[in-house]
């Protein structure tokens, strides 16, 4: 497969308006399927009441926001009527707004396992926002009052100033759209368990292969496992499995030096305060096997034993591949969050990449060399979710 024309051909072709797409040349297609979610959690509704900014960000409290809990999704699958009972869930990055660097993902993986792949949003990311919040020139805007009340924050950009509001605003967004997430991928996978998917099977099972804060989310799923779904799951992660305290989300197409300054001080210093302010966190994080794992995963130190002793019976079920130029989720991070007990292999590709963008396609020079590293990524995660 040549990554760069197979990326400008999906990017091409892919359009939600269609229930449909067939890939030409193969017998694979994209369908988009219907998710409502049904997943309101009493701390977000909390939260909703303490929050009162305004402007384009707030026009309705989150737990109002119509797109989050009514959406589609794209589903990679053999273009014939037979339904499976194998899928793999594909977990994204944050602050993301197109699936489009994730279509040869999915493609290559369906290909190559001859399994589906379902490409699920994280809450508020994707099609689960709103459009505006996507806009360069309205986002534009909200940056240069950003930059008039704080001065040049490092950086700050118009991709990422949505986020960026959000989360200096109400760091906590950050566990309550983890918290949505997570509860919406047990209903999905539930949803398979029924048969109650239109693509699939009673009793299908889930894989999974997470980037980047997908894996983050991924490992808090595995680690809580809710009602045993992950016990015989297999999860390939790529550019993640550091715990919190590792990771750098600065970046100009994640979020501001601000926002995640403001997100490690909550989380790594005020968590424990804030819990004492609110009855609703205090259950949702010790009181419930998916908030016990977010603990576990916010740094090395914490629920250490509780973690391990997961990775250590999962050992043979998790791999990753880290790349040694990330500066996002670091590889130090990566191996110290994940080595004693599951197989990371560093990567390294002979061009100039990034986290955010580990095959670029904007330069054709090096389009043998993405092509090369791309299947050396993506084969070993074919070979592991077969």
Known sequence: ??????????????????????????????????????????????RSEIIKGDGVLNKLPDIAIPENHSFIYPVFKSAGSAKNNQAIILLHGLNERSWVKYLVWAYYLTLNTGRPVI?????????????EWGNPRVMSSLLDARRQRLGDVPMSTFANVALSERLCEDPLRFFT??????????????????????????????????????????????????????????????????????????????????????????????LGKETEQSAILASSLNQTQLGQSFLSMLSLGNLQSFRENVFQKMRKQIQAVALLKDKVIPVKGVLESLNRWVNVEVMDFPY???????????????????????????????????
Not at 360 to 368: A, I, K, L, M, N
Request: glycine share 6%.
């Open 1 to 46: 497969m040549n990554y760069t024309q197979t990326y400008h051909q999906l990017k091409s072709l892919f359009t939600q308006d269609a229930l449909k797409t067939i890939v030409p040349g193969s017998d694979t297609a994209c369908y988009w399927t219907r998710f409502k979610s049904e997943n309101i959690s009493n701390l977000a509704e909390e």
């Open 352 to 386: 100039a990449y990034s986290h955010e963008i580990p095959f670029p396609v904007t330069d054709v020079t090096f389009s043998p060399l993405i092509d090369l590293s791309f299947k050396k990524v993506f084969s070993k995660a074919a070979a592991f979710l077969r």
């Open 119 to 131: 490409l699920f949003p994280i809450a508020f990311h994707m099609n689960r926002s709103p459009e």
């Open 177 to 270: 759209s983890g918290q949505q997430s997570a509860s919406d991928l047990v209903q999905l996978t539930q949803q398979l368990r029924r048969g109650e998917h239109p693509l699939f099977e009673k009793g299908t099972t889930v894989d999974v292969f997470a980037y980047s804060i997908g894996a983050f989310l991924a490992q808090i799923l595995f680690i809580g496992n809710p009602g045993g779904l992950f016990t015989d799951s297999r999860l390939f992660l790529f550019c993640g499995g550091a715990s919190f305290d590792q990771m750098n989300g600065v970046s100009k197409l994640i979020m501001d030096q601000q926002a995640f300054d403001r997100l490690r001080q909550f989380y790594i210093k005020e």
